[in-house]
């Protein structure tokens, strides 16, 4: 259940309770003797009003507290004999809410102003006026209400702190998978990756120094093993260190049309809408999804050209990547590492991702990620 209509529910809740209370006190209010003066009906809306501010205890405890105390005391002093039921309650709230200190100062002058509002509607200060106060209002049920309030905040700050304890358990084992995938990864692909930089930057140079043309495969060998050492680098310093800003974004963009034009794949970059800042994950999605897709188009689809089309929306980042590759129409995609990893990403961000040939040949991705709801 969201939070929205559990706090619907509760109120709902508050006010049943409230309105019951409230039958049930001028039910005992009308069955019950009490001295007929002008003051009458001023008595029978106290009762009821001492009943419905319940339905607000949940919100401002201390104010129900005070406003029942005071119809309390306004309907024995009009002679009303009706238990402070509605006073108890709010008692039992507000220390719940951890109010103790203004509970107490509550209570206490409660008690000693209660004897008097009962003596204002009596012939005078007899015993049967005293005994009548304490029948109202009893010390015993006073101490039980904040009691069994106490008790229960109690209990709820051991389940927070339980709670507490869970999660940060819980953030300190994904803080130790991360330093060890980290490390996983550093130790299998850091010296290989390394190997394939230094390799074919010393066949570049050996090639300048030799006075042979370059070829513009090895160029891209070359800048593709710099760029995985960097994108390796800031990996581990993410999985590192999970508040680290991202490395990589929408403002990289440009970079990969650049590195698609140095391997022959001539790439263009249409930017559509007021360009925005969007969340972090929404926009370390945007630039893999660009990425895998034109390493896809280089690996796989013989393509001359490729677009790239990001559209900037109200609520919502479009991406789509096309190629004039030899898809066919029917040719139905077997999913890979790469398909199967940007279509988690844009789920994970309750976005949509689509991945086919196109009808006039080449394939295309489209993706939709929201801005709105994501953080």
């Known amino acids: 259940m969201s939070t929205g209509l559990s706090r619907v529910w509760a109120q709902v809740r508050d006010w049943v309770i409230a309105l019951g209370l409230a039958a049930v006190l001028l039910t005992t209010a009308l069955a019950g003797k009490h001295v007929t003066t002008f003051l009458e009906p001023l008595g029978y809306a106290l009762v009821v009003a001492s009943g419905l501010a319940l339905a607000a205890g949940r919100r401002a405890p201390v104010s129900v507290l005070l406003i029942t105390g005071l119809c309390v005391l306004g309907y024995n002093a009009a002679g009303f004999e009706v238990p402070a039921v509605a006073y108890l309650v709010a008692v039992y709230t507000a220390v719940r809410s951890g109010h103790r200190l203004v509970t107490v100062v509550v209570s206490v002058v409660m008690l000693l102003?209660?004897?008097?509002?009962?003596?204002?509607?009596?012939?005078?200060p007899t015993a049967d006026a005293f005994a009548q106060a304490r029948?109202?209002?009893e010390l015993a049920w006073l101490i039980a209400a904040g009691a069994a309030g106490e008790a229960l905040r109690?209990?709820?700050q051991r389940a927070d702190e339980a709670e507490r304890t869970r999660e940060e358990t819980a953030r300190l084992r994904a803080s130790e998978e991360r330093l060890h995938i980290a490390r996983e990864l550093h130790d299998s692909l850091t010296h290989q990756i390394s190997i394939i930089k230094v390799q074919s930057e010393v066949a570049v140079h050996l090639a300048r120094k030799r006075g042979e043309p370059v070829p513009e495969a090895l160029l891209a060998i070359q800048e593709a093993?710099?760029?995985?050492?960097?994108?390796?680098?800031a990996t581990l310093e993410t999985l590192r260190d999970d508040t680290t800003s991202p490395s990589y974004g929408l403002d990289r963009v440009p970079e990969l049309v650049q590195r698609a034009h140095g391997i022959g794949l001539k790439t263009t970059l249409t930017i559509e809408g007021e360009r925005q800042d969007v969340p972090d994950a929404v926009d370390r999605t945007a630039y893999r999804i660009v990425q895998e897709s034109l390493t896809n188009v280089a690996r796989h689809a013989a393509a001359a050209t490729a677009s790239i089309r990001i559209a900037y929306r109200p609520d919502s980042l479009a991406i789509r990547v096309d190629d004039d590759g030899t898809a066919s129409p029917h040719y139905a995609p077997v999913p890979g590492v790469g398909l199967l990893g940007m279509r988690e990403r844009v789920t994970a961000l309750g976005g949509h991702l689509r991945a086919e040939p196109r009808s006039e040949g080449g394939f295309t991705v489209q993706a939709e990620l929201p801005v709105a709801r994501v953080s």
């Open 154 to 156: 109690q209990a709820e």
């Open 135 to 137: 029948g109202v209002l």
């Open 225 to 233: 093993g710099r760029e995985a050492t960097r994108e390796l680098r």
């Open 113 to 124: 102003c209660l004897p008097f509002a009962v003596m204002a509607s009596a012939d005078g």
